[in-house]
């Protein structure tokens, strides 16, 4: 378990959806890019709009 999550934001500061990791044996296994839209997103999210936070 990877303990962060990574929310998406539009440019208008809505929560769109998040970034999962996968880890499988100490290794990153796959990103997952999951949406709350009705449209799927056709790229992974700018970085810029994508915010991070550490569970301690």
Known sequence: MVPATGAVKNSSGELVG????????????????????DEAPTALP?????????EQ
């Not at 999962?20 to 999951?34: F, I």
């Not at 700018?46 to 550490?54: F, I, K, M, R, W």
């Open 18 to 37: 998040e970034l999962l990791l996968w880890v499988s044996g100490g290794r990153l296994s796959a990103l997952e890019c999951s949406w709350y839209t």
């Open 46 to 54: 700018d970085p810029g709009d994508v915010t991070v936070a550490v």
